[in-house]
């Protein structure tokens, strides 16, 4: 087990990406790769890399694509592009939608509120713009990986506060949806296996060091109003069995469900933290249950 919180940032960075691998295999659909590099948001430059399937011949005028918005875990500091490409193309293939993978600015080079305002702003230029680039952003899908999932929920929060287009369905794998690191499965699993609960604290105390500013919605989405999460699209949640983010997970799935919101939780047993995107687990069959049943419902969703 590495302990990143041990190691100089730029070590645990590159320790992560080699722990991550990069298996991702010949796509049988040809794919093209464009880094867009957005002058919004706070920081008034967001990265995006937009992944855009090609099929049939190809040829400019086929018809817009739905697309799916990408927010990467990786706790805010570790995580890019090209560990989560084979997540990337899996999706693709699932469900035929172009790929806007916000490549937020990493904790604590920028901390909180700065990556939430940045991936809002690159949805709203997507809203805005998608049929400059081939899709067709009211048909837009959003999928979260562990802090990712906290980003995606985030930006609905956002996007409901200040009255601009919701997505039409939500993923959320592993999601981190609670900054205070306290319910009981943290306890259960604070020695991991995978992630531990020294590696979130320092993680969270990284990207929000703002005690405070961890209470609120925007940061914790767990802790929003009933009648905001009442306004959430639908909802597919996907935990893992051993893994301290469980219960945060299921119990927001839950609290939706309530609310009205069409979610459905999965628990894969067996599998750890954030299985669904790492590389060296991508052909058990955890993944790829996992990677069917979000295919499906974002399929469903936006087509």
């Known amino acids: 087990m590495l302990y990143h919180y041990t190691l100089p940032i730029p070590v645990a960075r590159a320790a992560f990406e080699a722990a991550m691998g990069n298996i991702s295999e010949p796509s049988p659909i040809k794919i093209t790769t464009k880094i867009l590099y957005l002058p919004v948001g706070p920081t008034?430059?967001?990265?995006?890399?937009?992944?855009?399937?090609?099929?049939?011949?190809?040829?400019?005028?086929?018809?817009?694509?739905?697309?799916?918005?990408?927010f990467h875990g990786g706790g805010w500091i570790l995580g890019n592009p090209k560990i989560y490409e084979r997540t990337v193309i899996d999706l693709i293939h699932e469900t035929g939608a172009a790929v806007f993978f916000?490549?937020?600015?990493?904790?604590?080079?920028?901390?909180?509120?700065?990556?939430?305002?940045?991936?809002?702003?690159?949805?709203?230029?997507?809203?805005?713009?998608?049929?400059?680039?081939?899709?067709?952003?009211?048909?837009?899908?959003?999928v979260g990986d562990s802090a990712g999932g906290a980003m995606s929920a985030a930006v609905i929060l956002l996007s409901i506060k200040r009255k601009t287009p919701l997505p039409k369905y939500q993923v959320l794998f592993s999601p981190v949806t609670e900054l205070s690191c306290e319910s009981e499965t943290?306890?259960?699993?604070?020695?991991?296996?995978?992630?531990?609960?020294?590696?979130?604290?320092?993680?969270?105390?990284?990207?929000?060091p703002d005690v405070n500013s961890r209470l609120q919605d925007i940061a914790s989405p767990a802790r929003a109003s009933d009648e905001d999460l009442a306004k959430f699209p639908e909802t597919l949640i996907i935990v893992a069995e051993v893994d301290?983010?469980?219960?945060?997970?299921?119990?927001?799935?839950?609290?939706?469900?309530?609310?009205?919101?069409?979610?459905?939780?999965?628990?894969?047993?067996?599998?750890?933290?954030?299985?669904?995107?790492?590389?060296?687990?991508?052909?058990?069959?955890?993944?790829?249950?996992?990677?069917?049943?979000?295919?499906?419902?974002?399929?469903?969703?936006?087509?």
């Open 44 to 70: 008034n430059n967001v990265t995006v890399y937009f992944y855009k399937p090609e099929f049939g011949d190809g040829k400019e005028g086929q018809d817009l694509l739905p697309v799916l918005v990408y």
């Open 102 to 142: 916000v490549y937020y600015t990493p904790s604590p080079e920028a901390v909180y509120p700065v990556p939430i305002e940045q991936s809002y702003s690159a949805v709203q230029w997507l809203l805005e713009r998608g049929d400059m680039i081939g899709v067709n952003s009211t048909k837009m899908g959003f």
């Open 186 to 208: 943290y306890r259960e699993f604070a020695q991991g296996p995978g992630l531990t609960l020294a590696t979130a604290r320092w993680m969270v105390s990284a990207y929000a």
């Open 244 to 303: 301290m983010l469980r219960q945060d997970g299921e119990d927001f799935g839950r609290r939706l469900q309530k609310l009205g919101v069409y979610t459905t939780i999965f628990r894969a047993l067996g599998t750890i933290h954030d299985f669904v995107t790492l590389n060296p687990l991508a052909k058990i069959p955890a993944t790829r249950a996992a990677i069917e049943l979000a295919g499906l419902k974002l399929k469903k969703a936006l087509c």
